[in-house]
């Protein structure tokens, strides 16, 4: 069978490991594919730079445009970040008939619903594997292996930065800042990690997976996102003394037709799988009416791992497999959405801490403003000499006076707390930071 | 578009449940199938049984003949169990132009090579994620999702009888008998649970997955298969102590051309992820050489978890994709195989256990023939009153003179051990049973 002709745009860290891949094991991918499948163009923005292996001769251009002249390429890998360039980039490689496979989350989760729908016009596909989750196959089980199931849940741990930083921070009992630092000259974090750690990554993802599970469009100002980058070392060791690991989690939830939908650092009890998952691998549950609960765990990011899924993909494309799973994906179609669940309505048990005067009547005081919002305690941790315990407030000329209060509250609304914070910050007793963070069912 | 007709062969548990999916949810089948599904046909062995639902007038019938002769039928679900008259029935299926989706294990693990070789032959598709791991993705990860991949390891919890017994074991402290019986009332194990328990079961999806993985079959005889059925408490336990959770654990490895492979009970370290599935849960882990380690996890069996593999399997044949993969899968293919390395030459760590006498020089008499034959010693344990502590000899006469011993050993090969065996067993120091269990690395 004659080649399947490829072109590579973008060769870093993610379009290395696509090119090793195919490079070195021409003959395992033919296998897999039914057919060979050969780089014939890699675009790159700078033709000089050093490269740690030998691409075929000629191959390498600066010109995107080149791509999109030759109709002899069938498939494009965009494998470029952000939105400008890659968005119109994407519509030419479409308008001049190739498939594209992309990594690029930011873009889909922004414009997945015009690339989709013109894909659709063009008769091309899309595919996309490697955006959410790198390596592990949740693309596939959500738009073909869960396909029997009204999806009724997902909760995730989809941004292995984020996720090494909170298991550092524990394991070390290190700071934020200091595990932070660390995991930039290890390289797992980007000098601006702040889309890692603010929750933004996690939420693309996850208005991706929504789009497939649930076929709703749902706009990332429209969800409660925070991230990691608030929580202090202490808040962690509170959470596992009470039995939880804290995570940041992106959950949706279908509740009768609303999405409930956030990405928050959420406790989760010790025993569950997604609170043993260390380190930077990532995983995804998923509820489904008939199947029950499955969960899929593995890197979600590096070379390789995301290497194996733009490849699985481009094996998809050329077994023809992509061209009847794309037109059929409940994704970004125009179709009635279900509606986001207003945040203030989302009702869950919470973790609280403040940080307070320690004398008399300040507890009665907080449980006092709970209480007249109907929101009722379950437990509380008040350790004598806790302030240096967990490192809060150590250095500080007040620390002998002022120390943290944990209060676990039963199920509650997100208004409710909200009303009640306003309210409690108005006690003169209680310095900040205040910390509030949801738990999982 | 118009309807894919189905004929259900089989109406228990997982037919019932398969039929229930379809008859009711018909809608969310046809938007994601891209035409409607309809149960033309129903095969059942007594027709005045009566059901948990209704299916449509006139379906009914117990003649399979009448599927075969029946040119309007495009696809078969074939959900009756064990190997004849299966098979025959699906080569009948097969050969009469119809595609076929099955759950059973049993028949593809001793006559897949065949039936899978006249499928290609025919143009057919045989479609089989129900077979493997229930509900859990299993075979469209392996056969789809890590094409990029060379795989290099299989370890699985994939009998979620004998799962489900090991944690209620160690979770309320009785043996296995009583367990065993009360896992038959909840439903949980057939009333001959011995394929569950003795590995079987196991072994038989292993093999299903070492096809679709190493592209190599490997018949159950030639590799080692032990169930939980010799396991007592006490080892549960004392593998606790030692920070390990036992799981009937189905391995594959490749090493460089050789395949190892065993089922076996097996030590896990409490903070791996296979040590952290419960109950009647089954996971996967697969490791690529790509993609490094990824893990699934779910129901590995039961009505709806079963039948949403099988509904899923029917929409990938509906939509076309199963027509495309099929014919790909690297499995049951004529090639030359990888053999499977003798069970005497596997290399692990080993837990063993003795009961021995309380007497001076016993524990110098095993370390010396563990010695001699070149196997060391990495840790022992040894506890006072430990026979009653754990339930050993409890009851018995001379309970208090045996005492348990356990030893960890550091790695050595299966072939060591066994002769180490032979002449533990002629110490008359020692009392049966002897347990030796593997230590996953």
Redesign the interface.
């Known amino acids: 069978m004659s080649p399947l002709k490829v072109a590579l745009i973008g060769l870093g860290t993610v379009g290395s490991?696509v090119a090793k891949?195919l490079l070195e094991?021409p003959n395992?991918?033919a296998?897999?594919?039914?057919r060979p499948i050969e780089i014939v163009r890699v675009v790159v923005r700078d033709l000089t730079k050093p490269r740690e292996f030998t691409l075929p001769e000629g191959i390498l251009t600066d010109r995107v445009q080149s791509i999109v002249e030759d109709d002899g390429i069938d498939v494009a890998l965009q494998l470029i970040g952000g939105i400008e360039p890659a968005r119109e980039m994407m519509f030419a490689l479409l308008e001049s008939g190739k498939d594209v496979v992309t990594a690029n989350k930011a873009l889909l989760c922004e414009h997945g619903h015009e690339l989709f729908s013109r894909a659709r016009e063009l008769g091309r596909s899309i595919s996309f594997?490697a955006a959410v989750g790198g390596?592990?196959?949740i693309v596939?089980?959500v738009g073909?292996?869960?396909?029997?199931?009204?999806l009724t849940a997902i909760e995730a741990i989809l941004n292995g930065t984020s996720n090494f930083i909170l298991t550092e921070m524990l394991a070390s009992g290190r700071s934020y800042d200091d595990v932070l630092t660390q995991t930039q000259e290890l390289g797992y974090a980007e000098d601006d990690p702040s889309l890692d750690v603010d929750g933004t990554d996690t939420a693309q993802k996850l208005v991706i997976l929504v789009d497939l599970a649930f076929g709703t469009k749902v706009p990332l100002s429209s969800f409660s996102i925070q991230g990691i980058d608030t929580l202090e070392l202490a808040d962690l060791l509170y959470a596992d003394e009470l039995g939880y690991t804290v995570k940041l989690l992106g959950v949706v939830k279908l509740i009768e037709r609303w999405l409930e939908m956030h990405v928050r650092p959420t406790l989760v009890r010790h025993?569950r799988?997604l609170a043993?998952v260390d380190g930077a691998f990532n995983m995804i549950a998923l509820d489904?009416d008939?199947?029950?609960?499955?969960?899929?765990?593995?890197?979600g990011a590096?070379q390789?791992?995301t290497?194996?899924?733009?490849?699985?993909d481009l094996?998809?494309v050329a077994?023809?497999?992509a061209a009847?799973?794309f037109?059929?994906l409940?994704i970004w179609r125009e179709q009635p959405s279900l509606p986001v669940l207003p945040a203030d309505e989302i009702a869950n048990r919470y973790y609280l801490r403040f940080n307070v005067e320690d004398r008399p009547h300040v507890l009665a005081d907080i449980a006092d403003i709970l209480g007249r919002n109907d929101i009722s305690i379950a437990s509380v941790i008040q350790h004598e000499a806790a302030a240096s315990q967990h490192g809060i407030g150590a250095g500080d000329k007040t620390a002998r006076s002022i120390v943290p209060l944990v209060i676990m509250t039963h199920r509650t609304t997100a208004g409710r707390l909200k009303i009640a914070e306003t309210q409690l910050d108005k006690l003169s007793t209680l310095r900040p930071p205040r910390i509030s963070m949801p738990v999982a069912e």
Request: glycine fraction near 14%; aromatic fraction near 4%; hydrophobic fraction near 35%.
């Open positions: 490991g891949l094991q395992r991918i296998r897999r594919a039914g594997e390596g592990i196959p596939a089980a073909q292996s869960m396909t029997a199931n009204q025993e799988p043993k489904g008939a199947v029950g609960r499955t969960w899929y765990s593995g890197s590096g390789m791992p290497a194996s899924a733009i490849v699985a094996i998809d077994v023809g497999r009847l799973t037109p059929r409940n």
